[in-house]
């Protein structure tokens, strides 16, 4: 074995060259890594920006949104200079100034029954931070056909969840539809007076499932598979609920009824989840 | 003392000193052994006792001249 860490390479991983966990072993595998991250939004903005710093070698993003104003109460990748350009730009510029070891792909597109495969195929580790039942369904049964792990996060209000799908343990891990067999019906999805959100809960969540992902590909730590953590802002509290693999799960149950990719619509107004 | 890899850390500092030994331990084989040259006080401390929690064997520390020291770590882990 022999490194090929520049000078300031050595300067810049310091910190994680010095855990015993990590080493300089470890560092090689996370600038050999490749993460995909759906959304650069309120949750892909932290987990970005750390994968980065981390020195992750190849970053993904996934978003068709340009930035908004109403962005960058939580969305810290961007700024207000950037209103109106695509956020997958304005995520490869602030990414590419914090690390040029970093190749940033830039994917400025919807995520699609007929893009998804080929997207995620390359990647190591999916994070999910899309704020729409469609994409999250999509990207779930994707992971799962392609045995990709994916770190889902969701936020909303107060309130933020995550857990880690395994797919590369698929007799094990439970899936997204173990918990949501199907999107729910337009009537219950929240309205927008109801999608209020505290900016720093995303940077919380997403910040956690950046860790998920260094986790993953560091093969250190438990990951978070089989359990949902939920945060509450308000009390500062977190708690970790058990998950089950279901067997009647229509994807990942003894008797799957899914065996394709699905796309669903999303009517009315678009929830920020 | 005998040894297998030879790192020169003049001019370096902590946490760099102790930095670079361990990245040149990680690409070592076991039971080899490797000789730092240091010429910061700190460092003559602090590289054989970081090596020591990593749980290898630091073999020797020893000056050899006014402001300059050599450390001996064998890889054992
Ligand atoms: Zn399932």
Redesign the interface.
Known sequence: ???Q?TEEQ??RY?RH??L?EV???GQEKLLKSKVLVIGAGGLGSPSLYYLAAAGVGTIGIVDFDVVDFSNLQRQILHNTERVGTPKVESAKKTLEALNPDVNVVAYNTKIQKSNVMDIIKDYDVVLDGSDNFPTRFLVNDACYFLGKPLVSAAILRFEGQLTVFDYRDKQNSPCYRCLFPEPPPPGLVPSCQEAGLLGVVGGIMGTLQANEALKLILGIGEPLVGKLLVFDALTTEFNIVKLRKDKKCPLCGEEPKIKELIEYDQEGCEIRF | MEFDKELDLKGEVC??T???S??MI??MDLGQVLKVILDYKPSVENVPK?FQD?GQEVLEVKQVADNLWEVYVRKVK
């Open positions: 074995m022999s490194f860490f050595i300067k310091s060259i010095i015993p080493g300089g072993k | 946490p760099f102790f930095v670079k361990k990245l990680e690409q970081s990593e």
